[in-house]
């Protein structure tokens, strides 16, 4: 049995959601980082006890939130005593734009997992950029890093295109496999 936790913030909600579509497809626990970036502190004990960790934030101003970087200062007792190392990682973010720079952010949440001598998992699907291409396509954002999320500007946390959502699923499966085939 492997333990997957899908670590987060959100802001609004809409990264929340992706948290959720995620951990729905790697039968994860989720663990919110609340608004002024804390975590209860039995979930750092969950986070030591996983084999896998994703994390997740909404992209602001072109990097992940401060309340998910306090987490990742403080995710630095666990790099202290080597906690994390040779878990299996993902992440995913989540902003308005089309680009957004939602790429800093995923270069961000792997370099924090490299820090913690982590295995990163892609996201290991085609890109959906022909003409035909539409928002209900999977990997219609052209993502590989990691998985990314748009949520329009004006769009409530119900409405975050199908297509995006149904990666974030395949993500979290994709995790899973991965821990499930590295654990054996
Ligand atoms: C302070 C702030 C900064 C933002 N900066 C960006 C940005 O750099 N790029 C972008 O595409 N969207 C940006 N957005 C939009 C959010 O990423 C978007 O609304 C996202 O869905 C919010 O997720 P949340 O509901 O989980 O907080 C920003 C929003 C806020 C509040």
Redesign the pocket.
């Given at each position: 049995m492997t333990k997957v936790v899908v670590v987060y913030?959100?802001?609004?909600?809409?990264?929340?959601r992706?948290a959720e579509t995620v951990a729905a497809g790697a039968n994860a626990e989720l663990i919110a980082i609340d608004a002024e970036g804390n975590l209860p502190e039995a979930a750092w004990d969950t986070l030591n006890a996983a084999d896998a960790i994703v994390f997740g934030a909404?992209?602001?101003?072109?990097?992940p939130?401060w309340q998910f970087k306090k987490f990742a200062d403080a995710s630095s007792k666990a790099w202290f005593t080597q906690a994390w190392k040779d878990k299996v990682f993902g992440g995913f973010t989540?902003?308005?734009?089309?680009?957004?720079?939602?790429q800093v952010s995923l270069i961000y949440l792997n370099t924090l997992a490299s820090q913690h001598g982590g295995i990163w998992v892609s996201l290991g699907l085609p890109p959906s950029n022909a003409k035909a291409a539409t928002r209900n396509d999977i990997n219609n954002l052209g993502g590989s890093v990691g998985l990314l999320v748009?949520?329009p500007?004006d769009?409530s946390?119900d409405e975050i295109p199908q297509g995006d959502l149904d990666t974030a699923k395949l993500y979290g499966q994709r995790i899973a496999d991965v821990t499930r085939k590295l654990k054996i």
């Amino acid at each position: 049995m492997t333990k997957v936790v899908v670590v987060y913030h959100s802001g609004y909600g809409h990264t929340q959601r992706v948290a959720e579509t995620v951990a729905a497809g790697a039968n994860a626990e989720l663990i919110a980082i609340d608004a002024e970036g804390n975590l209860p502190e039995a979930a750092w004990d969950t986070l030591n006890a996983a084999d896998a960790i994703v994390f997740g934030a909404p992209t602001y101003m072109g990097s992940p939130s401060w309340q998910f970087k306090k987490f990742a200062d403080a995710s630095s007792k666990a790099w202290f005593t080597q906690a994390w190392k040779d878990k299996v990682f993902g992440g995913f973010t989540n902003s308005a734009s089309f680009n957004g720079d939602k790429q800093v952010s995923l270069i961000y949440l792997n370099t924090l997992a490299s820090q913690h001598g982590g295995i990163w998992v892609s996201l290991g699907l085609p890109p959906s950029n022909a003409k035909a291409a539409t928002r209900n396509d999977i990997n219609n954002l052209g993502g590989s890093v990691g998985l990314l999320v748009q949520s329009p500007s004006d769009a409530s946390v119900d409405e975050i295109p199908q297509g995006d959502l149904d990666t974030a699923k395949l993500y979290g499966q994709r995790i899973a496999d991965v821990t499930r085939k590295l654990k054996i």
